[in-house]
């Protein structure tokens, strides 16, 4: 079960600039255990924006140093009605205290406004999470795939009608994909794996995964030393 956590929406303007101390400053009123969306207008690589701004860094920063995390579906949810302008990535979750394992993002298409609504779900156990679908994979055979393609590739297109250069990307993609299927062996479905962790385990691995992160970004050996302490501490015996 999750404890007590707050609930937090956010409406960052472009025009305002924001210092790393005052998105910290901003987080820290949530609580130790928060989740926190909406427009921050602070575009970061790390979460799946174009580009970096310096609001998106100063958040970043702040969120590293208190070791906030973030949720994010990758996708843009910004569609500027100006043609000029590019799709963007602006909507985002922020949390804290909340497993990864047990949150669940997806975006919701089916509204009107220039902005595409995130949706986040959270739940008391991890979420089975269905892998994308793949093409090849580590055991595709690559001569297979290959005398496929040589076999079967037709170069004498028609290339004069409007919708011939389409049936022609139809018809790659397709063959791709035929030889894709055919050179990859298929494999069991595994049936999903659900931790069953007590809470009073969570409350000791937690400390040593957040020591682990933070020694992973600084390599300062303090950060090491902490992260080696807590990885050392007695765990309970099995029953």
């Known amino acids: ?45 790390q979460w799946g924006s174009r580009l970096t701004t310096t609001k998106g860094r100063n958040l970043w920063r702040a969120m590293s140093d208190s070791n906030y995390d973030y949720i994010s579906n990758g996708a843009p949810t910004y569609w500027p009605t100006d043609p000029r302008k590019l799709p963007d990535l602006l909507d985002f979750f922020v949390s804290n205290g909340l497993p990864r394992t047990n949150c669940q993002i997806h975006s919701n298409n089916d509204l ?32 297979t795939f290959q005398h496929y393609l040589e076999e079967n590739t037709n170069l004498n297109r028609r290339l004069k009608s409007p919708t011939d250069p389409d049936q022609a990307a139809h018809y790659f993609t397709t063959l791709v994909q035929n030889a894709a299927w055919s050179s990859t062996p298929a494999t069991e479905q595994q049936a999903p794996f659900i931790p069953n962790m007590s809470m009073h385990i969570r409350q000791l ?12 970004r600084s390599r300062h050996v303090n950060d090491q030393h902490q992260y080696n302490r807590l990885s050392r501490r007695k765990r309970p015996a099995p029953i």
């Open 1 to 45: 079960m999750f404890w007590p956590f707050t609930v937090a929406a956010i409406y960052s303007p472009p025009r305002h600039i924001i210092s790393t101390d005052e998105y910290k400053d901003f987080l820290q009123t949530l609580g130790n255990r928060f989740i926190v969306v909406g427009d921050w207008n602070a575009k970061h690589t």
């Open 112 to 143: 009107s406004s220039d902005h595409t609504p995130v949706i986040v779900s959270l739940s008391t156990a991890a979420i089975d999470k269905t892998l994308p679908p793949k093409l090849t994979t580590r055991n595709t055979d690559c001569n």
């Open 205 to 216: 691995v937690a400390p040593k995964r957040r020591a682990r992160r933070v020694w992973q």
